[in-house]
């Protein structure tokens, strides 16, 4: 199971940081990665990050050098940390989690077969 936590309304330019916490699994051999969905639009990516020892990481590139992913496997938890937010990055932010997938595969959604409820990032003007 995934448990998605931390969103909430925040003004422009403001932060969040979002936690996805595992039960259930082998957290240390799941790739993790962040979707988002707005009201009538299509879920995206947002960003991802890799099982491996060498953590690899990936990122929508309306978000690069705003957000920060990062996971501690002692905790068995993926954080996304959400700076100088914008009214676009309004939406629903789901975790999900996929094993055994491969470097170039972790941007799809499809590669991820455990999905977390969704927590709601609201960024007001």
């Known amino acids: 199971q995934l448990q998605a936590s931390g969103g909430g309304l925040v003004q422009a330019g403001g932060s969040l940081r979002l936690s996805c916490a595992a039960s259930?699994?082998?957290?240390?051999?799941?790739?993790i990665g962040w979707f988002r969905q707005a009201p009538g639009k299509e879920r995206e990516r947002v960003s991802c990050?890799?099982?491996?020892?060498?953590?690899?990481?990936g990122y929508k590139d309306s978000v690069k050098g705003r957000f920060t992913i990062s996971r501690d496997n002692a905790k068995k938890t993926v954080y996304l940390q959400m700076n100088s937010l914008k009214p676009e990055d309004t939406a629903v932010y789901y975790c999900?989690?996929?094993?055994?997938?491969?470097?170039?595969?972790?941007?799809?959604?499809?590669?991820?077969?455990?999905w977390g409820q969704g927590t709601q990032v609201t960024v007001s003007s």
């Open positions: 999900a989690a996929g094993g055994g997938v491969i470097i170039s595969s972790m941007r799809y959604s499809s590669a991820y077969a455990t």
């Open positions: 259930g699994f082998n957290f240390d051999d799941y790739a």
């Open positions: 990050i890799s099982s491996h020892e060498s953590i690899t990481t």
